[in-house]
């Protein structure tokens, strides 16, 4: 129910369509947004089968976890910040 993009043949059709159009180079342009700047290191006859297992999809407290750690001072992975210091007691001890 709170899953965004979810893993379903709609999805990964979708995806997989969008790829083959321009002879790959549309999919080239996607994945050096995602993946690297230099699409000639990549073994690009299999961006069929890596855009057949996208979006995975991911729920929306993990965009929203993301976001939080955008806003820190300085670079690290965090815990969810579940809003309130009682909340992150009761919840990491």
Known sequence: MYNLLPYNFLNTGAATLVCNLFDGSLCDLLMSLFADEDPTIDYTER???????????????DFIH??????????????FDQGSANANIAKYG
């Open 47 to 61: 961006y069929d089968v890596y855009m057949s297992n996208l979006p995975s999809g991911a729920g929306y407290k």
């Open 66 to 79: 993301y976001a939080q750690l955008i806003d820190l001072p300085e670079e690290g992975f965090r815990r």
